[in-house]
């Protein structure tokens, strides 16, 4: 199983539509978790920190599951500009990227 | 306003040719990484370092070097270029704690010839 698996998609989503995709991780001591955005030909920037309990942020909502060990980011009425590619990472003695999910919102 | 950058943004090079990028961030962090990426392999750290005087290898360290000569600065070195190290590159830096936010420079795309 790789460190850190993501569904490379495209995503393709109509704006206004629910979104979800999931993350998934081998390292069962894994610590931190973390979703980046990163816009075609840009650097990566952070998104939300993923916590235990789950957070949101807005339309953004980022949950953990330890027990199956995979993380999962809900967007909710999409929007235009949301069209990116997203990074899953995570944190044990080393920081790991996943190669990301590519989400593109439809007019 | 704090910032970290990174220079040159391209580069053409050919293949034994000895390369420097540079990293310069004035978020006084003691952490900085730096990361390739390619299409198909996501981002993967090359070096890293947790302050002056302090290095480390990453995951793919092979034919790469840094120094850590003050808090600002993490020059990236390519020794003897090769093809396959033709990439995006992307310095980031971060406070002390290990779990922080990573904050990346605007990437280097360096062609190898």
């Known amino acids: 199983r790789k460190e850190v698996e993501q569904d490379p998609g495209p995503f393709n989503v109509p704006e206004g539509a629910t979104v979800a995709f999931n993350c998934t991780y081998s390292?069962?001591?894994?610590?931190?978790f973390f979703w980046y955005r990163q816009d075609c030909r840009k650097e990566p920037k952070l998104l939300m920190s993923?916590?235990?309990s789950g957070n949101e942020d807005g339309r953004f909502t980022a949950q953990l599951n330890r027990a199956s060990q995979y993380i999962s980011l809900l967007i909710r009425d999409s929007k235009l500009s949301d069209s990116a590619t997203y990074l899953c990472v995570v944190l044990d003695d080393k920081i790991i990227f996943g190669k990301g999910t590519r989400l593109h919102i439809l007019p | 306003d704090a910032e970290i950058t990174q220079s040159p943004r391209h580069k053409i090079t050919e293949t034994g040719r000895q390369v420097t990028l540079a990293c310069h961030q004035t978020w006084n962090h003691n952490n900085m990484f730096w990361y390739r990426q390619d299409l198909g392999h996501g981002l993967r750290l090359i070096h890293y370092?947790?302050?002056?005087?302090?290095?480390n290898k990453g995951e793919v360290s092979d034919g790469y070097s840094v120094s850590r000569s003050n808090t600002e600065d993490l020059p990236l070195t390519l020794e003897s270029a090769a093809s396959s190290q033709t990439s995006v590159y992307f310095c980031a830096s971060s406070e002390n704690s290990r779990g922080s936010e990573q904050f990346f420079g605007p990437g280097t795309r360096l062609t190898v010839l």
């Open positions: 370092s947790y302050g002056v005087h302090d290095t």
């Open positions: 390292n069962s001591a894994s610590q931190s």
């Open positions: 993923v916590y235990s």
